[in-house]
Antibody
Framework: QVQLQESGPGLVKPSETLSLTCTVS????????WSWIRQPPGKGLEWIGY???????NYNPSLKSRVTISVDTSKSQFSLKLNSVTAADTAVYYC???????????????WGQGTLVTVSS | SYELTQPPSVSVSPGQTASITCSGD??????ACWYQQKPGQSPVLVIY???KRPSGIPERFSGSNSGNTATLTISGTQAMDEADYYC?????????FGGGTKLTVL
């Protein structure tokens, strides 16, 4: 059974960098796309970006200037860094897996439980 | 940027059929999928690539995609189906979600 678990600080100060890690268990991290998705309280889902196990990335254009996603295959982990955060970045952050198919065919078949990150001083 | 539009809410009586729509420009040329999210839980994939149902998803969930509209249909809706539903598709270089639809079973 594939499991994804997010970890990282639950509180980040404005203008600082939000850093989260997703640990994958139950299957290899290879041959899949790994995404970060967020959901502000009471609102909808927003895709942040993905990384392929090989290291290639693709980011949401609206966040691209502030986002970095990296992968450590030896630890079965991938990470998110979002810099210059504001209160608008307060959200539940999910990590999720997509099968190795063309992006236009893509979907998220496994999700982490999500972690709430609050941006506040 | 590409937009997917969903009705904010849909109501259905138990046992009846619920239809939730997702509209986007030339959506039929893309592949739509659908997620169910219950309060305090992570989203769950219920339909992918327009019409396919993942293992473990009941047969009462089905999907279609034609023209500018993808539709999630729940036949014989049960109380346990009450949740938020989100559509999702790929456009250009981004995965995009619809704004979500709250399904109420009453």
């Amino acid at each position: 059974q594939v499991q994804l678990q997010e970890s990282g600080p639950g509180l980040v100060k404005p203008s600082e960098t939000l850093s989260l890690t997703c640990t994958v268990s139950g299957d290899s991290i290879s041959n899949y796309y790994w995404s970060w998705i967020r959901q502000p309280p009471g609102k909808g889902l927003e895709w942040i970006g993905y990384i392929y196990y090989s290291g290639s990335t693709n980011y949401n254009p609206s966040l691209k200037s502030r986002v970095t996603i990296s992968v450590d295959t030896s630890k079965s982990q991938f990470s998110l860094k979002l810099n210059s955060v504001t209160a608008a970045d307060t959200a539940v952050y999910y990590c999720a897996r997509s099968p190795p198919t063309a992006a236009r065919l893509g979907y998220f078949d496994y999700w982490g439980q999500g972690t709430l990150v609050t941006v506040s001083s | 940027s590409y937009e997917l539009t969903q009705p904010p809410s849909v109501s259905v009586s138990p046992g009846q059929t619920a239809s939730i729509t997702c509209s986007g420009d030339k959506l039929e040329d893309k592949y739509a999928c659908w997620y169910q999210q219950k309060p305090g839980q992570s989203p769950v994939l219920v339909i992918y690539q327009d019409t396919k149902r993942p293992s473990g998803i009941p047969e009462r969930f089905s999907g279609s995609n034609s023209g500018n509209t993808a539709t999630l249909t729940i036949s014989g809706t049960q109380a346990m189906d009450e949740a938020d539903y989100y559509c999702q598709a790929w456009d250009s270089s981004s995965w995009v979600f619809g704004g979500g639809t709250k399904l109420t079973v009453l």
